[in-house]
């Protein structure tokens, strides 16, 4: 069984910066993909940015140019560095990893940006 550990969120001024880490521990079979995924207030979960093993990245167009996601294969650990952040970032930050049995979600870390 997959689990996913999150890190990294917190209290952030606009235009501030924060990283968002997570390790997947256990065993993982068929990875093609490790992402993150947010959920805004009263909003649906949206993607975010995702990253497949062989480093090919996609992004949501509102994050494009702010975010980079990265990948560390020898750690099963996603990264998404967050910068030049906004209020409308604020949201629960969730962690995902896609295999080829599915979908594994992390438990999600709160990012708030606000002065």
């Known amino acids: 069984q997959v689990q996913l550990e999150e890190s990294g969120g917190g209290l952030v001024q606009p235009g501030g910066s924060l990283t968002l880490a997570c390790t997947a521990t256990?065993?993982?079979?068929?990875?093609?993909?490790m992402g993150w995924y947010r959920r805004a207030p009263g909003q649906q979960r949206d993607l975010v940015a995702t990253?497949?093993?062989?480093?090919?990245?996609n992004y949501a167009a509102s994050v494009k140019g702010r975010f980079t996601i990265s990948y560390d294969n020898s750690k099963n650990t996603v990264l998404l560095q967050m910068n030049s952040l906004k209020p409308e970032d604020t949201a629960v930050y969730y962690c995902?990893?896609?295999?080829?049995?599915?979908?594994?979600w992390g438990r999600g870390t709160q990012v708030t940006v606000s002065s």
């Open positions: 990253i497949t093993i062989h480093g090919l990245t």
């Open positions: 256990g065993s993982i079979s068929g990875l093609y993909a």
């Open positions: 995902a990893l896609l295999s080829s049995v599915g979908t594994t």
